[in-house]
């Protein structure tokens, strides 16, 4: 990373749209030594499987730390991190506070705010899951409105923003950098 900048670059999109791979590309022509920061829960063995081929996309470049909630405790000064991803953090968020939106929401923007305190490149990722089918539960309502309103957050914060549509990044706001 050049200098001490402190940019966030957020990047969304749906299932399969190819927001890591995006991520990781931009993060190596950033730095030669970036970080992942994988926020997913090993919940099964398929999310386990996820996991490992997700791993063995990078290369020894990579360091690469596991974090399911506490993002902003992650020493990232100097860095350019990949986060990976939003939906997955929130996800622990939710869980553990019981789905209670607002203590999540403060919980999130609390994480978010001392993370965007650091001197780093954080390359954030997110999924817009609030573009497709209407939840049929409660509980899947509860949890797009948290979706949907953690990634305006960080949105708003951001100095660039992408949205990836079937492998092509569309910039939908970007500052100068």
């Known amino acids: 990373m050049e200098g001490n900048k402190k940019n966030v670059i957020f990047i969304t999109g749906g299932a399969r749209s190819g927001k890591s791979r995006h991520a990781q590309e931009l993060a ?14 090993q919940w099964d063995g398929d999310f386990q499987d996820r996991i490992r081929r997700h791993r063995q996309e990078r290369d020894g470049r990579w360091s690469s730390i596991e974090e399911e909630k506490q993002i902003s405790r992650l020493d990232l000064q100097g860095k350019v991190a990949v986060i990976d991803c939003v939906t997955l953090w929130i996800t622990n968020f939710f869980i553990d506070l019981k789905n209670d939106i607002d203590a999540c929401l403060d919980a999130c923007k609390k994480e ?9 490149v954080l390359i954030i990722i997110s999924n817009e899951i609030g573009m497709g089918v209407h939840a049929e539960t409660e509980i899947g309502r509860k949890f797009t409105d948290l979706q949907g309103w953690i990634n305006q957050y960080i949105a708003a ?19 100068d950098l």
């Not at 030594?33 to 829960?41: C, G, K």
């Not at 914060?157 to 569309?170: F, H, N, Q, R, T």
């Open 28 to 41: 190596l022509q950033l730095s030669t030594s970036p970080v992942y920061v994988a926020t997913a829960r």
């Open 157 to 175: 914060k951001a100095d660039k923003v992408l949205l990836m549509v079937s492998g092509i990044p569309l910039t939908v706001k970007s500052k």
């Open 112 to 120: 978010i705010d001392e993370l965007c305190r650091q001197e780093a």
